[in-house]
């Protein structure tokens, strides 16, 4: 190893040890490091959602990992530990979406030292962050993989209600499986997240991203849809290498989409689109085309060549094409039209 690899696994194991000393929920919300004894060409630095923690991101952590990437997925701050959370004692989330900015910023170099380039990615608010990134040093990032981030609520009414109430909420779902998280938090911890959503509409019209890949689902009933497709359209007229995939309502793809412990029975797709876009330096209207050609029967071995794949991943990436374009109905083919 050499001295700032050495230097950074030290920094990994202070994280680790705090996180013990710190007392966690569970084993589930501990910080995830999958790291090489040598840098890579990438490093991947993965941002769990809200009230969460890093096992949201271990399936496709341990997939690039496997490829030959180093792997970052620490706990965010005030997340993922022991105490009697409830309405009169809340779990300790920030309400100062600083705090978070801070930390993605001091992860985001210590992934510099285990990768020639950084790629970064985020479910939820974690998508949000990861977005932010994106938006604001574009020059430090090489990817971003943002998976249904949080822009805003699927009803406007609730952003309304998260904008002015002080109260205590308790998730719909809070004994679902593979919630490994807080069940309940107070809205200004959330608040912070949608005003940096709005604040990222409108840095979008402006600023140029670095490429991004955004996936979402029709079955998503926590976030915004519009609000995304809003974001890809605005952030695409100036970053040609924005794809945007949204899985079909019809896979019942809910929020939390990373992990078959949570609510994805098709785990593999979302690593798949994710192994695709990093491996590719395709643009959006280069990906259409191809998927067009695709659904007319050319050989996924061309296929193959263009977007510079594995063979696993471009006969994955094909099969989920040509089911999409294949579909009678329109609305399966709306993501790929900008």
């Known amino acids: 190893m050499t001295l700032g690899i050495q230097t950074t696994a030290e920094i990994l194991e202070q994280v680790q040890q705090s996180e013990t000393t710190l007392g966690l929920r569970n084993e589930a919300c501990r910080s995830k490091f999958f790291v090489h004894p040598h840098t890579t060409s990438k490093v991947f630095l993965f941002l769990h959602g809200f009230t969460a923690g ?3 991101f271990e399936p496709i952590g341990k997939a690039f990992f496997n490829k030959g990437y180093n792997v970052l997925i620490p706990l965010q701050p005030g997340h993922g530990l022991s105490g009697n959370w409830k309405r009169q004692n809340p ?3 920030p309400t100062d979406i600083q705090a978070y900015q801070e930390f993605v910023l001091n992860w ?3 992934a510099k030292t285990l990768g020639q380039k950084v790629v970064v990615g985020g479910l939820s608010t974690g998508g949000t962050l990861a977005a932010w990134l994106a938006l604001e040093y574009p020059q430090l990032i090489d ?4 998976f249904t981030p949080y822009l805003g609520s699927h009803h406007s009414l609730f952003d309304k209600l998260i904008k002015i109430l002080p109260i205590y909420f308790e998730w719909f779902n809070k004994d679902a499986s593979g919630n490994f998280g807080y069940k309940g938090f107070r809205i200004p911890a959330l608040r912070i997240f949608l005003e940096l959503g709005e ?10 991203s670095a490429p991004i890949l955004m996936v979402s689902s029709e079955s998503d009933r926590a976030v915004s849809l519009s609000k995304q497709q809003d974001f890809f359209s605005m952030v695409l007229k100036q970053q040609p290498q924005f794809w945007y995939y949204c899985f079909d309502d019809s896979l019942h793809i809910e929020h939390r989409m990373m992990t078959k412990l949570e609510d994805n029975d098709y785990e593999e797709l979302v690593i798949t689109l994710a192994k695709a876009f990093v491996e590719s330096d395709l643009t959006w209207a280069q990906f259409q085309q191809i998927a067009k050609r695709i659904v007319q029967g050319e050989a996924y071995n061309q296929f193959k060549q263009e977007l510079n794949l594995d063979s696993q991943v471009s006969q994955q990436l094909s099969a989920m094409m040509t089911q999409r374009f294949g579909c009678d109905n329109l609305k399966c083919i709306k993501p790929f039209n900008s």
């Open 91 to 93: 779990p300790p989330l």
């Open 199 to 208: 604040k990222l509409l409108e840095q979008a019209q402006r600023s140029v």
């Open 108 to 110: 985001l170099q210590i």
């Open 143 to 146: 990817r971003a993989l943002l």
């Open 54 to 56: 890093p096992y949201q």
